[in-house]
């Protein structure tokens, strides 16, 4: 879980350098459509069949529009908003996926983890400001890519589990090429990539692949309450990438909501580990 934190930190950032030099869409399509192709060529050279009627189940079809939606949202909010918010805001996923379980799938949910939940908004309105001068608009695509990405985690709790680790990725990276073709309609120029343009993106869809792989991973063989809370140390390496390339740094009011947010997700998943 480390790993693919980190991995998509890495992801994240390169991406963003990409988007810099390139049209938005064509590099978010051309990441999603060669990590699909990645994941199909590992599902072929693993004898598993790359198209199932699994893909296509009612779970399945509601996961790919939370995924769309949270992939569009997310990419756009790392890319025109800064890496640290963006990701200080993403950290809040796991708190929305208690709150999704007890609304929608019948779930027991006590007293104390409302709390925590309620709590752990606090902390992102803080990291929001929406109150203050320096609010800025773009950071609330970060608030959609996160509740689309709780979305799609609470349509995986029942997807079928004949869809292999591959077949995941191939249906994942499907979602990301779908969500830069919907960015690309706004600016629909294509460019032809120089070596460095090609670097990055290189990077970039080799990050992505072997976290989301590493991620499908962990989820699906480790303890998911000894693995989940390692979710939250992306926080740290998305604030690292966000110092060291692009001069982003914690204010003190992201600093304290960024710590309420992990803390409040950290005492919801001890409660559920408890339980």
Known sequence: MITSMAFFAVEDTFLKLATAELPKGQAVTMTGFIGML??????????????????VSPTMRVRAVF???????????????????????????????????????????????W?????????????????GAEFDMLTLLAVLGMLGFAGRDLATRASPPSLTNFQLG?????????????????????????????????IAISGGVFAYY???????????????????????????????????????MTFVGSVIVVGSGLFTLFRVGRK
């Open 67 to 113: 995924e769309i939606g949270g992939r569009l949202s997310y990419t756009l909010a790392f890319m025109l908003a800064p890496l640290l918010t963006a990701t200080a805001i993403l950290q809040a996923t796991p708190l929305v996926v208690v709150a999704g379980a007890a609304l929608f799938l019948g779930e027991h949910v006590g007293i104390r983890r």
């Open 214 to 252: 590493a991620l499908t991973t962990a989820m699906r063989r480790g303890d998911v309450a000894s693995v989940t809370p390692w979710r939250y140390s992306r926080l740290i390496f998305g604030a690292a990438m966000g110092a060291f390339m692009f001069g982003e740094s914690f204010d003190t």
């Open 38 to 55: 990645i994941f199909a060529g590992l599902a072929y050279l693993n004898n598993q069949p790359l198209w199932t009627r699994a893909y």
């Open 170 to 202: 191939i249906s994942g990276y499907l979602m990301l090429t779908t969500a830069g073709l919907l960015i690309w309609t706004a600016d629909p120029r294509l460019v032809a990539l120089n070596l460095h343009q090609a670097l990055l993106l290189s």
């Open 115 to 131: 709390i925590a939940v309620i709590v752990g908004f606090v902390g992102v309105m803080l990291i929001l400001r929406p109150w």
